[in-house]
């Protein structure tokens, strides 16, 4: 069956280090992978997505890579803030779009 | 440029009663999805709606859970005879075609059943 795991429910660091959170999928041949951000009673927002294509994608502090032979995209926050404490989660499509479990991540100052 | 609107942002039933959520997706989204989320779990899928057309509705459970998008209007989640276990936040979330790569999510809809 198809799975998408992120294997750390939660992840703290200390303000100013790097967050590098995971993901893996099985039984996926995804064309592109995506990361949102979800914050306590709110939707889930898009941050970044990914090509199978692509090794690397960057938006300002934030960076992915996606390895679609070890079946991981790796999310990193560079010079994390207090302010991007939330929940992280990864998402693939294939008819409809499915999200792993999430990351919650707390970063102190 | 309106996003996605959910409404109501609560909603309190007691049980047996039926529960109605609505989802108006962005302005040029013809596609709608549905997902159920627990307190303190992730986002399970619930159904994908093209306008008048169920396209997946494989993580819907088979009874008293129904979902429908009209040509008119917004799309409907519909929960009867409710009972405890379907206390959640339900998320809509649209996109404007079928290949649409990223889906754009609302605010939610917070079902509580008493």
């Known amino acids: 069956s198809q799975k998408i795991e992120q294997n750390s429910e939660a992840l703290n660091i200390q303000e100013g280090k790097t967050a590098t959170l995971t993901c893996n999928y099985t039984?996926?041949?995804?064309?592109?992978l995506q990361w949102y951000r979800q914050d306590p009673g709110r939707g889930p927002v898009f941050l970044l997505l990914?090509?199978?294509?692509?090794k690397e994608k960057r938006k300002e502090r934030l960076k992915v890579t996606f390895d679609t032979t070890l079946k991981q995209s790796l999310f990193h926050i560079t010079a994390s803030q207090p302010a991007d404490s939330a929940t992280y989660l990864c998402?693939?499509?294939?008819?409809?779009?499915?999200f792993g479990a999430g990351t919650r991540l707390t970063v102190k100052p | 440029n309106a996003g996605v609107m959910q409404n109501p942002r609560h909603l309190v039933r007691r049980r047996g009663q039926e529960a109605r959520l609505r989802c108006s997706p962005m302005k040029g989204h013809s596609h709608v999805y549905w997902y159920r989320q627990l307190p303190e779990e992730g986002l399970k899928f619930m159904v994908y709606?093209?306008?008048?057309?169920?396209?997946?509705e494989s993580g819907m459970p088979k009874e008293r859970f129904s979902a429908e998008f009209p040509k008119e209007g917004p799309s409907i989640l519909r929960i009867q005879q409710v009972v405890r276990g379907d206390s959640a936040a339900y998320f809509c979330a649209s996109s404007p075609s079928r290949d649409g790569n990223t889906i754009y999510f609302g605010e939610g809809s917070w079902l509580t059943v008493v």
């Open positions: 990914i090509r199978e294509n692509e």
């Open positions: 039984n996926y041949s995804p064309a592109y």
């Open positions: 709606l093209q306008k008048e057309n169920i396209i997946d």
């Open positions: 998402a693939l499509r294939n008819n409809d779009m499915r």
